[in-house]
């Protein structure tokens, strides 16, 4: 079975500019979940999607923004991008239902530079 | 506020002998916890969990333990080999509706030859 895809790997923008992340979950997850991770922080929780709505939000400004397809592949918008922004986004996709749900299966990351 | 604490940022074992990383939480609402293993340039790799109905779980060479008097969970490698050297996350799930793991801020593990 073919794990969490991620698109791009790596991005260079300027501030100002907004980006669009891509990922794609394991076949039959229909969970989305997006962090971000910057040097010396864990992972922080951006949202989570499920069945094309959110269904959490963390605590990140109005500029981050998702959506999920009915496929349940799911995108995240950085729009304004300000320096600060540069990052590793991950995204996760958990099985739900009775047979699991718990363990989030995380994608290779897009690395995301502000300059 | 970090509801997901890891306390030592780093730790170096020999290898062949046990690795011990700890974690600490504040959320009683937390049901079920979760440790993830990561190399640079990747995303975490999920390596075992644990419901806080329980106390142990075993996965090969990994055991985590969980003490919930004490909101301490722990993750024990043994033996340890060079090829565990990374970054692990402890992580946890509140119980409810909320799908969100919070994390902690990670332990790199040195496991030397």
């Known amino acids: 079975k073919a794990g969490v895809t991620q698109t791009p790997r790596y991005l260079i923008k300027t501030r100002g500019q907004q980006v669009t992340l891509s990922c794609s979950p394991i076949?039959?997850?229909?969970?989305v979940s997006w962090y971000q991770q910057t040097p010396g922080q864990g992972l922080q929780f951006l949202f989570e999607y499920f069945s094309e709505t959110q269904r959490n939000k963390g605590n990140f400004p109005g500029r981050f923004s998702g959506r999920q397809f009915s496929n349940s592949r799911s995108e995240m918008n950085v729009s304004t991008l300000e320096l600060g922004d540069s990052a590793l986004y991950l995204c996760?996709?958990?099985?739900?239902?009775?047979?699991?749900?718990?363990?989030?299966?995380f994608g290779p990351g897009t690395r995301l530079t502000v300059t | 506020d970090q509801q997901v604490k890891q306390n030592s940022p780093s730790l170096s074992v020999q290898e062949g002998r046990i690795s011990i990383l700890n974690c600490d939480y504040t959320?009683?609402?937390?049901?079920?916890f979760l440790w993830y293993k990561k190399y640079p340039a990747e995303g975490p790799t999920f390596l075992i969990s644990?419901?806080?109905?329980?106390d142990k779980n075993e996965d090969g060479r990994f055991t985590v333990f969980l003490n919930k008097s004490a909101k301490h969970l722990s993750l024990h490698i043994v033996p340890s080999q060079p090829g565990d050297s990374a970054v692990y996350f402890c992580?946890?799930?509140?119980?409810?509706?909320?799908?969100?793991?919070?994390f902690g801020s990670g332990t790199q593990l040195t496991v030397l030859p």
């Open positions: 644990i419901s806080s109905i329980k």
């Open positions: 996760a996709s958990s099985l739900e239902g009775r047979q699991g749900g718990h363990e989030q299966y």
């Open positions: 959320n009683s609402m937390f049901d079920y």
């Open positions: 992580a946890a799930r509140s119980s409810g509706s909320a799908r969100q793991l919070t």
């Open positions: 076949s039959g997850h229909r969970s």
